[in-house]
């Protein structure tokens, strides 16, 4: 009984976030419903007995990518989103991707449904801290360690992106350039 | 009715219908990266739901890489928007059309 | 019949409010007598004798600056965002509260019988646990919480449409990002020491350690901490989001009446959140060496001095708070972040490292 009352209340503000981010024009309304979408997500992570990646994903979703967003919306003081005007054709194009995905989650819905139905076992371990570290320092080693270059690449890579070269620096490079460029002819 | 794995299935697959079609109708980057995160988030959700149903942790791991990965997205998305709202005033992805024609 | 069934299926939901109640009024009235403390102690170092009107020595100040609050009238500026303007200061506060569900408020109480209680409502209770809700994942929720609350500074900031407000919105923001790093990677040498991220299984785990309490095997992690802390809830010296001289009053300066007490609140509730994580990490919660010798585990007598303790402890690094502010001045902008980037981060994880050699020898 309870457990039906939360998964309606979290998928509804859910769906209800998600719909108002895609109408929104404002980057930054957006940016709020998200952050409420991903919330009631973890909400629902809870009910699924997984505490560890629901504190994870509010610690990492909302409390550094989104705040990130927001923060890069703030310094840019980006203003409202363009209309489709010149590209109305996406509309269509929209409508219809919109309109066979529903299809194919309804048809999920009906085979999971029809489908016989998987008791879940209260007292399992899945979810537990313990068994998600011990899994992923043994068996799951590599991918770890692989997305573990793969973070040093991003940060290396935001610093490169993001950096501004003083004035002799900047003609250093070019001098560089244009010398490589030489080379090549 | 208590929700089993259906309703969760159900619940992903319209956030991330929506999120699809928000890739489509927003013509803002920060915009379409958002709509990215949510559909990245329903796919998660199914992760976690198929966990929770087969008893099984390796679902939660691979969660745990999806945020991982869009972490470095995040990083490296806003790097490139940063710098593209520098070049040309805007983060419009139609004034992203230096090497048209 | 139906009343008894009733009565045994809302039981435990009664327990949790009244626990919650009692939790909420604990911490509320230590946050709104740290105010009054503040103001008293920073007094006696200026050479001031600080609020002494209101009640004897001025301890009825706090419900007179409430009031206040209450009845004055609440300024709305007419360019602003409505709806984030008004939902920053409640963002701030429901974040700042709601950590206080995992406090470990003291031990379990585990030797009371519970079958005086009327319809059979006792039967199969033990243990009386003094923390609200049990959560495998106590750090990571109260780290999680916490970071969610920057929304309220950054919103407040973006929605008043003041250039006071956007950039202590902003810097805010940047500094609360930077700083959470290295409280993050500091916290990590206790847990691996621990080897639980559940806030009383620490707790536990202290009591079995060598050295009692985790602040000896990790001062430097206690030292990072601590410093994060100050950043994390804009204190003095690191306070530049709403530093007076410069920016007026940072991102709250549109915010009037009642919506600015909820920020005053959430900073203050905040300021006793982090005073908790440092006390349950590194100086060992509610537990106090030796008390297992003169009072029974688990007994009542056991359980309030134990809760004393704990209070005592977080006062103890509140007052430290307000010392500090009134001792230190403000930092520059680019030297917060200097310092947070290039020396606090590279600290704590060579600590986090320091920490992995140790256990891994000492473990084997």
């Known amino acids: 009984m309870v457990g039906t009352a939360l998964f309606f209340l979290f998928a509804g503000f859910a769906i209800m976030c998600a719909i108002s981010m895609v109408y929104h024009k404002n980057p930054l309304y957006s940016a709020i419903s998200l952050v409420g979408v991903f919330i009631s997500l973890s909400c629902i992570y809870v009910t699924l007995a997984a505490p560890f990646i629901a504190a994870v994903q509010i610690l990492i979703y909302a409390g550094a990518i989104m705040v990130l967003v927001v923060f890069v919306i703030m310094l840019l003081n980006l203003d409202d989103d363009r209309p489709l005007n010149r590209l109305r054709y996406l509309y269509a194009i929209g409508g219809g991707l919109g309109v066979v995905l529903l299809a194919q989650t309804l048809f999920v819905f009906y085979a999971v449904l029809r489908a016989p139905n998987q008791p879940v076992d209260p007292n399992t371990s899945a979810g537990k801290t313990l068994t998600i570290g011990q899994a992923m320092y043994t068996e799951y080693l590599l991918p770890v360690e692989i997305v573990g270059v793969l973070l040093m690449m991003a940060i290396i890579g935001s610093v490169m992106l993001a950096r501004r070269l003083s004035q002799p620096q900047l003609e250093l490079v070019v001098e560089r350039e244009e010398e490589l460029r030489g080379e090549d002819d | ?101 | 019949m139906e009343f008894e069934s009733i009565l045994k299926t809302a039981f435990p939901f009664i327990v949790i409010s009244i626990g919650v109640l009692m939790g909420f009024q604990i911490v509320l009235m230590i946050v709104a007598y740290t105010v009054l403390g503040e103001r008293k102690l920073l007094g006696w170092m200026q050479g001031r004798i600080g609020p002494n009107r209101v009640g004897p020595w001025g301890v009825l100040q706090p419900f007179a600056d409430l009031l206040k609050f209450i009845l004055k009238e609440d300024i709305v500026p007419d360019k602003s965002t409505k709806f984030v303007y008004f939902l920053a200061p409640l963002v701030a506060l429901t974040c700042a509260l709601m950590p206080i569900v995992v406090y470990p408020f003291g031990p379990a109480i585990t030797t009371v019988d519970w079958s005086f209680l009327p319809y059979g409502l006792g039967e199969g209770v033990r243990a009386l646990p003094l923390t609200i809700a049990k959560i495998d994942v106590g750090v990571l929720f109260v780290f999680g919480i916490t970071s969610v609350g920057v929304y309220g500074i950054a919103l407040a900031g973006w929605s008043s449409n003041s250039k006071y407000s956007l950039m202590g919105g902003l810097r805010s923001s940047a500094q609360m990002i930077s700083y959470e790093l290295a409280m993050g990677a500091s916290v990590i040498g206790v847990v691996m020491l621990a080897g639980t991220l559940d806030l009383n299984g620490i707790i536990y785990a202290q009591q079995q350690s060598t050295f009692r309490w985790f602040i000896i095997p990790q001062f430097i992690g206690f030292f990072v901490f601590l410093i994060s802390a100050f950043a994390e809830t804009n204190r003095t010296p690191f306070d530049l989001p709403e530093a007076e001289t410069e920016l007026v009053a940072g991102f709250h300066t549109e915010y009037s009446a009642l919506k600015f007490a909820l920020f005053f609140m959430a900073e203050y509730v905040n300021m006793f959140t982090v005073s908790m994580m440092c006390t349950v990490l590194f100086l060992g919660g509610w537990y106090v060496p030796g008390l297992s010798h003169i009072f029974e585990v688990g007994s009542i007598p056991y359980a309030v001095v134990s809760h004393v303790a704990f209070i005592g402890k977080i006062c103890a690094f509140l007052v430290l708070y307000i010392w500090v502010r009134g001792t230190l001045p403000r930092f520059r902008f680019d030297q917060l972040m200097n310092f947070g980037w290039k020396f606090l981060l590279p600290v704590a994880l060579a600590n986090v490292i320091f920490t992995i050699i140790v256990v891994f020898f000492v473990n084997r």
């Open chain 2, 1 to 101: 009715m208590e929700p089993n794995l259906a309703s969760y299935l159900a619940l992903s697959g319209i956030l991330f219908t929506i999120g699809c079609v928000g890739v489509i109708f927003k013509r803002n980057a920060i915009g379409m990266f958002m709509c990215i995160e949510l559909m990245l988030n329903a796919v998660n959700l199914t992760f976690v739901a198929f966990s929770r149903y087969y008893a099984d942790t390796t679902g939660q791991l691979f969660v745990f890489m999806v945020m991982a990965v869009a972490a470095c997205e995040a990083a490296v998305g806003l790097g490139i928007i940063i710098s593209f709202f520098r070049n040309s005033q805007s983060v419009d992805v139609d004034d992203a059309s230096l090497m048209k024609n």
